[in-house]
């Protein structure tokens, strides 16, 4: 038979080890949470802001079409206008490039066209247009929330060219 003491040293094991056990089960729980909400907010991509300042409109002449590699966007400056869309092929986001032809995506092979429309798949959506705005200090500005229709060229007198 035990002493209480005994009795008491093996009461307090016993609370120790449900304490424990309580700890660990919150801790692992915390985890649980902290992982959900870990994967339930998406990384922002640096430079993933909505509107972004694309250069001075004087820095695209007429005639061209500027790949702006940082913001994956093309400036297509004609002498219609000025337009500006996505270099993110619409399959799965590879960086598409330029041919004769007008773009090629290199993981898939789906081109498009000088407009950024679909020519070949997978890819099933053209490249998209966003619209453009000009400050009255002359920088150049697109909205990467608007999205317009293809081939979209803000004229002179919007753009202030
Ligand atoms: S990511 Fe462009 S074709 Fe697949």
Redesign the pocket.
């Known amino acids: 038979m035990g002493s209480n003491e005994d009795i008491e040293a093996a009461v307090s094991r016993r609370e120790f080890i449900s304490q424990a056990g309580r700890v660990a089960v919150v801790v692992a729980g915390t985890g649980v949470v902290v992982g959900g909400v870990r994967v339930a907010i998406p990384n922002a991509a640096p430079g993933a802001s909505r509107h972004v300042l694309l250069g001075n409109v004087g820095d695209f002449r007429v005639g061209t079409v500027t790949w702006l590699r940082d913001l994956e966007l093309f400036v297509l400056r004609s002498s219609e206008g000025i337009g500006v869309f996505s270099s993110r092929?619409t399959?799965?986001?590879?960086t598409?490039r330029r041919t004769d032809a007008g773009f090629q995506?290199p993981?898939?092979?789906?081109s498009f066209d000088p407009q950024g429309r679909v020519v070949t798949g997978?890819?099933r959506s053209p490249l998209p247009w966003y619209r453009v705005s000009v400050a009255p200090d002359g920088s150049l500005w697109a909205d990467r929330e608007d999205v317009v229709s293809t081939g979209s060229l803000a004229e002179e007198a919007e753009v202030q060219l």
């Open positions: 092929c399959h799965l986001g590879c598409v995506c993981c898939h092979g789906a997978p890819a």
